[in-house]
C-alpha cells in the first residue's frame, strides 16, 4: 500500500504568477486535505475535498484553489502568488471526513 | 474560536533523561486531540491520538499522552529520551464547527533538541 505522496517537493515562483501542486492520496483513501505551513508556525487548514467536491474551508483567500478527480489524487492551486505564500504545503488522505489523517512530504514553494 | 497552545517554543533535554511537552486546548465538548512528530524538511507522523476512554494514550516510539479535561490539557511524555527524536512536535484537536470543521487545528509546535 503506497502513501500520500506529492509532487514537486520543491519549488521557486516569482511573485504574480500560479503554481499548481499536486498530491495522490493514500490507496482507499477518498478524502483529501491541504494546509499550509509557514515557517515556525503550526499547519493551518486551507481546504478539504470529499468525492471530487470541496467540503470545508479555511481562512484562505479565494485565490486559493483545488480539484479532486476520480482516482481522488488532488491539486491545489495558488493565483497570483505572493511573498507570503511561500512555506511548506501538506496534503493529508483520510478514510472519510473526520477520520485519521495521514500526510505527504509536502510542497516546499518559495515565492521571490 | 478553536484553539491549540503549545506554550514551550524549545527544550534541550539531555539523552536518557525524561520529556513532557505541554498541550492545551480550548473547547466545549471531549475533543478528538494528536500529537504529531515532525523531522527536518518531512511531512507529519502521527504519534498517538485521543477520542475517548482511557486518558492515558500510548503511542508509537516509546511516548504516551494524558488528557486531563479539568486542566484542557493533552501533555505528551517519555521516560527516556533518545537522540533521535529530537524534531518538532505539534499537538492538535479536531474542529467540531464552522469552515474546518472535521479537519486538524495545529499549536504551533515545541521544538526537541537533546544533547549528548
Known amino acids: 500500500e503506497t502513501g500520500v505522496t506529492q509532487s514537486p517537493t520543491h519549488l521557486i515562483k516569482t511573485r504574480g504568477q500560479q503554481v499548481t501542486l499536486r498530491c495522490s492520496s493514500q490507496?482507499?483513501?477518498?478524502?483529501v486535505s491541504w494546509y499550509q505551513q509557514a515557517l515556525g508556525q503550526g499547519p493551518q487548514f486551507i481546504f478539504q475535498?470529499?468525492?471530487?467536491?470541496?467540503?470545508g474551508r479555511g481562512n484562505f483567500p479565494p485565490r486559493f484553489s483545488g480539484l479532486q478527480f476520480p482516482n481522488y489524487s488532488s491539486e491545489l492551486n495558488v493565483n497570483a502568488l505572493e511573498l507570503d505564500d511561500s512555506a511548506l504545503y501538506l496534503c493529508?488522505?483520510?478514510?472519510?471526513?473526520?477520520?485519521?489523517?495521514?500526510f505527504g512530504q509536502g510542497t516546499r514553494l518559495t515565492v521571490v | 474560536a478553536q484553539s491549540v497552545t503549545q506554550p514551550d517554543i524549545h527544550i534541550t533535554v539531555s539523552e536518557g533523561a525524561s520529556l513532557e511537552l505541554r498541550c492545551n486546548y480550548s473547547?466545549?465538548?471531549?475533543?478528538?486531540l494528536f500529537w504529531y512528530v515532525q523531522s527536518p524538511g518531512q511531512g507529519l507522523q502521527l504519534l498517538l491520538k485521543?477520542?475517548?476512554?482511557?486518558?492515558l494514550v500510548q503511542g508509537i516510539k516509546g511516548f504516551e499522552a494524558e488528557f486531563k479535561r479539568s486542566q484542557s490539557s493533552f501533555n505528551l511524555r517519555k521516560p527516556s529520551v533518545h537522540w533521535s527524536d529530537a524534531a518538532e512536535y505539534f499537538c492538535?484537536?479536531?474542529?467540531?464547527?464552522?469552515?474546518?470543521?472535521?479537519?486538524?487545528?495545529f499549536g504551533k509546535g515545541t521544538k526537541l533538541s537533546v544533547k549528548p
Open positions: 492538535a484537536v479536531v474542529a467540531d464547527y464552522g469552515g474546518s470543521q472535521g479537519n486538524l487545528i
Open positions: 473547547y466545549g465538548a471531549t475533543p478528538y
Open positions: 490507496s482507499g483513501h477518498n478524502t
Open positions: 475535498y470529499y468525492r471530487e467536491e470541496e467540503n
Open positions: 485521543y477520542f475517548s476512554g482511557d486518558t
Open positions: 493529508a488522505s483520510s478514510l472519510g471526513v473526520g477520520s485519521e489523517a495521514f
